[in-house]
């Protein structure tokens, strides 16, 4: 799934809960858990390398990069 298909797809997630409902709303949340999907990745990425099992930074790993890609699709929804 592109960002983009992503970014719709939890957009249209959100407005299908019965709190959300309204577009703007709906997008905001989606960013919300876009935040918290890219918060959580690099959680886990940081503590991969302080148990030395992976190296290099979060920013340069692919998982990173779509989910800060969803993220831009969404604000730009």
């Not at 959100?14 to 577009?23: A, I, L, Q, S, W």
């Not at 290099?56 to 993220?71: D, F, I, L, N």
């Amino acid at each position: 799934m592109t960002p983009k298909e992503k970014a719709l797809d939890l957009v249209e997630d959100m407005r299908d809960c019965p709190e959300v409902g309204y577009n703007e709303h709906a997008k905001q949340c989606a960013l919300i858990a876009a935040d918290e999907v890219i918060n959580i990745f690099s959680g886990v990425h940081k503590k991969l390398i302080e148990i030395d099992m992976l190296e290099g930074s979060v920013e340069e790993t692919a998982t990173y990069k779509y989910w800060q890609e969803v993220k831009q699709e969404i604000e730009q929804l």
